[in-house]
Nanobody, 125 residues
Framework: QVQLVESGGGVVQTGGSLRLSCAASGRTISNMPVSWFRQTPEKERTFVALISPSGSGTHYFDSVKGRFTISRDNVMNMVYLQMNALKPDDTAVYYC??????????????????WGQGTQVTVSS
């Protein structure tokens, strides 16, 4: 079993930056693709970014391309999301999620096996 814990959320002004961290425990996630999702009370949980197990491959939701960067440290069992040029529309609870293996539809939250509890990001205008 994998436990994921997010941290790094907070309140930031428009144009500011935050770095989210996702710490894994219980077993290594070095062989798992990991994604960040976000959710607001008004919307379903939506895909933000994915990183492949090796870290060589990434995918981003269109609205965050060029502003967000996903990375990982497999030695430390960590995944990060660097968020720059933040906008009020980025306000949400951010979750990291790991997928246990096999082919999957990476933008579908139901395809993931392990989730963290989320961290709140609030961008003020």
């Amino acid at each position: 079993q994998v436990q994921l814990v997010e941290s790094g959320g907070g309140v930031v002004q428009t144009g500011g930056s935050l770095r989210l961290s996702c710490a894994a425990s219980g077993r290594t996630i070095s062989n798992m693709p990991v994604s960040w999702f976000r959710q607001t009370p008004e919307k379903e949980r939506t895909f933000v970014a994915l990183i492949s197990p090796s870290g060589s491959g990434t995918h981003y939701f269109d609205s965050v391309k060029g502003r967000f960067t996903i990375s990982r440290d497999n030695v430390m069992n960590m995944v990060y999301l660097q968020m720059n040029a933040l906008k009020p529309d980025d306000t949400a609870v951010y979750y990291c999620a790991a997928q246990g293996g096999g082919s999957f539809s990476f933008m579908n939250p139901q395809e993931y096996d392990f989730w963290g509890q989320g961290t709140q990001v609030t961008v003020s205008s």
